[in-house]
């Protein structure tokens, strides 16, 4: 089979199977690339999270990108993207046809409400695991909490707290490389 067609069709599965996001794809993803196929390492994986969270757009589609680039350069990249959004676009085109008929149903909204905790354990899954990746310890722990409470308890920007991270980060470094001369 021909690795294009192989790789929009198991980025179509993830995207058509996926209610959540591109948070809820990565163990999907992670699953399929790294831990079936071992197309990329896990370290590589990480790195390409990592990329996708921190470029502007929607993460789902930026990790698309990135892991067909890794694999097929850019007719890779345009397999993935289009195998993980072209599912979704037509669900939501299905949906928006017909949502007239079905927006006040019962029925229905019992049925999303049942999903959001399906979602949120898709989404709290890879954050465990990129902690256990980023050797988070009792030492390190307090920083993704005093990011997490500044941006949501104090309304402050991510940006900020990503540059103040960075700097933070080239501190520590300088200082813990002069202490071993």
Same mark, same amino acid.
């Given at each position: 089979?021909?690795?294009?067609?192989?790789?929009?069709? *198991?980025?179509?599965? %993830?995207?058509?199977?996926?209610?959540?996001?591109?948070?809820?794809?990565?163990?999907?993803?992670?699953?399929? %690339?790294?831990?079936?196929?071992?197309?990329?390492?896990?370290?590589?994986?990480?790195?390409?999270?990592?990329?996708?969270?921190?470029?502007?757009?929607?993460?789902?589609?930026?990790?698309?990108?990135?892991?067909?680039?890794?694999?097929?350069?850019?007719?890779?990249?345009?397999?993935?993207?289009?195998?993980?959004?072209?599912?979704?676009?037509?669900?939501?085109?299905? *949906?928006?046809?017909?949502?007239?008929?079905?927006?006040?149903?019962? *029925?229905?909204?019992?049925?999303?409400?049942? %999903?959001?905790?399906?979602?949120?354990?898709? *989404?709290?899954?890879?954050?465990?695991?990129?902690?256990?990746?980023?050797?988070?310890?009792?030492?390190?722990?307090?920083?993704?909490?005093?990011?997490?409470?500044?941006?949501?308890?104090?309304?402050?920007?991510?940006?900020?707290?990503?540059?103040?991270?960075?700097?933070?980060?080239?501190?520590?470094?300088? %200082?813990?490389?002069?202490?071993?001369?």
């Amino acid at each position: 089979m021909n690795i294009y067609v192989k790789l929009f069709g *198991i980025f179509s599965k %993830i995207g058509m199977f996926t209610i959540g996001g591109g948070y809820a794809m990565v163990p999907l993803i992670e699953d399929e %690339i790294v831990n079936k196929r071992n197309w990329i390492a896990k370290e590589d994986f990480l790195d390409l999270l990592a990329i996708s969270q921190s470029v502007p757009g929607v993460f789902a589609v930026n990790i698309s990108i990135f892991v067909g680039y890794k694999l097929r350069g850019v007719r890779g990249s345009l397999a993935t993207t289009l195998g993980a959004v072209l599912p979704s676009f037509v669900i939501i085109l299905a *949906i928006a046809m017909f949502f007239d008929n079905f927006k006040d149903n019962q *029925i229905v909204e019992r049925i999303f409400k049942g %999903i959001r905790p399906a979602v949120v354990a898709l *989404i709290a899954a890879p954050t465990f695991s990129m902690a256990q990746s980023a050797r988070l310890n009792k030492y390190n722990m307090w920083i993704p909490i005093v990011s997490a409470l500044l941006i949501w308890g104090l309304g402050f920007s991510p940006i900020w707290i990503i540059i103040l991270a960075g700097a933070g980060g080239y501190i520590w470094g300088r %200082i813990k490389k002069r202490s071993l001369r």
